[in-house]
């Protein structure tokens, strides 16, 4: 098969799925998508790809419109890539707290960002947005809302699954939430086609609104959204924003959700690392946990068992966040000791300490104040 594209966005999705090999409990068959392999690095490049086709079909976007959305980084960054392939101006709303590194990518590929207080949550970046879109009308893609996102799942990662899968067992497909655009999407796929698979759904162990049994509460005013009375701050980046979003809300309408189960941060990053340090894959806070979550259907598992997890992006973007803790830019004892074991090439001296990290990278906060995707 030939691999050559016209341009970048032909290289959207068709992403991986790989076996797992040293973390897997014995008997059971254990796989991971890798979305990190998408062109810039996570699942979100498809949704980018297919709110915007969606809003030029429908004539809602113009040449050269400027297009405004909300996002804590992913849809950010796989907007600003389409966006620069396809010649609109990009504005995205963000709020404070989220990786410094996700920020820097976007203005990279070209975008303007703009911050909002992390005290206003995910709930107040929408609503900037928002705002944003309605004074100067610009395209406003709703990642939250837009079908054209869970119809893009539908169309691409679900058959991705089903081409990878055909004539195997799949029991198992594991997956996070954020703006349920996956879970939507492929969701519906596999209960149609293959409804022996069981849809598990993960979610942060503190910050359960799906686990709460509570509704979203209504919002004051039309187009708000309201805070979910279970949000708390937590770690996965990219998973469970303060509100459950419109596309979720379907899903769990429709009885798509087989299973659910709460994971812990401290999991999800150790999980993580054990991915890149047993197995070689590479992925973010939000792979690590939905891993943490095939750990644990495999727990219960039959023997022969087959697990699928979604694992959205890559480790590279949490270089300031929790995953990265501990690991030092300095030589540390075992390392000068290897330096040490041969005779030559050595420091007389320790290296000069590396400049200090500039005001706002050390001013970010350790946990981001909510995982709006
Ligand atoms: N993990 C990360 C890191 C993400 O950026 C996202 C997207 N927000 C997700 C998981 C969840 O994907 P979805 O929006 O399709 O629910």
Redesign the pocket.
Known sequence: MKNKFDDILGTVGNTPVVKINRLAPEGINLYAKLEAFNPAG???DR?ALGVIEDGEKRGLLNPGQTVVEAT????GIGLAMVCAQKGYPLVIAMAESFSVERRRLMRFLGAKVVLTPAALKGTGMLAKARELAETHGWFLTRQFENEA?AEM?ERTTAQEILRDFKGEALDYWVT????????NGVGRVLKAERPETRIIVCEPDNAQLLGSGIPQPEAGSEGDVASHPSFQPHPM???TPDFIPKLVDDVTDREHIDTLLAISGADAIENSRNLAQQEGIFT?I?GGATFTGALKVAETASPGSTILCML??TGERYLTTPLFDGIGAEMDDEEWAIAASTPNYQFDNPPPAPAPVSATEASTPAASEDGT?
């Not at 804590?72 to 849809?75: F, K």
């Open positions: 996570s699942v979100k949704l804590s980084g992913n849809t996102n799942h996070g939430i954020g703006t349920g655009g996956t879970l980046q990219g998973w973010g939000t959205p992006d995707a």
